[in-house]
Every structure is written in C-alpha cells, then in structure tokens.
C-alpha cells in the first residue's frame, strides 16, 4: 500500500486560498492517478479532482474555476491550490492515490489520513 501523508489545511477566511500537499510514498508515482476528496460532516465523500499521467485533470463543478491539482513527479507530491474559498468548503481534505492498471492485482487504492480545511470569517 501507498502511504499518503497531506499537509496545508487550516483556517482560511472566504475568499482566501490555501494549497495542499500530498507526498506519496509510491514507486512509479508518475504513473499513478492521484486525487483529491473532500467529506464534510454528515456527509458522503465527494471528488473535488484528479489528475492521471501525465497531467490530464479532472475537477467537481463547484471547484471548476477555483481549484487547481497539480503534480511534481521529482516529489512524488500532488497538490491543490484552492483559491476564492468559501464557507462551503469546509471539509475534511483526502489525498488518494489510485495505481495504474498493471499494479492494480497488488497494491490497493490507498487514501491519506486527511487535513482540515475551515473557511470562516
């Protein structure tokens, strides 16, 4: 399995950015399509984006515009810049990392312990 270790939640005000970062421990990381997720309380947990190799990007209608994933394969680390936050954003921010087809018999999709994300004024 991948470890995944996120990093950059927090307290924002609305209309603040904040990025998050997701190291991976995976071999072959450029080959992995990574993700983020976000779950806010009592609710399910919803894609806001993803990004295949090499960088074909994927976002929720309600990030469009606002958000940007990006990847460094030198890093093995994705990130997310989230711009123009608001207060609906709030949520519990999950990195994934789902393997390429050939791994897949192997390793398992992996997801990250989660970061904090607060937008209030």
């Known amino acids: 399995q991948v470890q995944l270790v996120e990093s950059g939640g927090g307290l924002v005000q609305p209309g603040g950015s904040l990025r998050l970062s997701c190291a991976a421990s995976?071999?072959?990381?450029?080959?992995?399509?990574m993700g983020w997720y976000l779950q806010a309380p009592g609710k399910q947990r919803d894609l806001v984006a993803t990004i295949t190799s090499p960088s074909s990007t994927n976002y929720a209608e309600s990030v469009k515009g606002r958000f940007t994933i990006s990847r460094d394969n030198a890093k093995n680390t994705v990130y997310l810049q989230m711009n123009s936050l608001k207060p609906e954003d709030k949520a519990v921010y999950y990195c994934i990392a789902d393997p390429p087809l050939i791994l897949r018999s192997t390793i398992p999709v992996s997801w990250g312990q989660g970061t904090q994300v607060t937008v209030s004024s």
């Open positions: 995976a071999k072959i990381f450029s080959l992995y399509t």
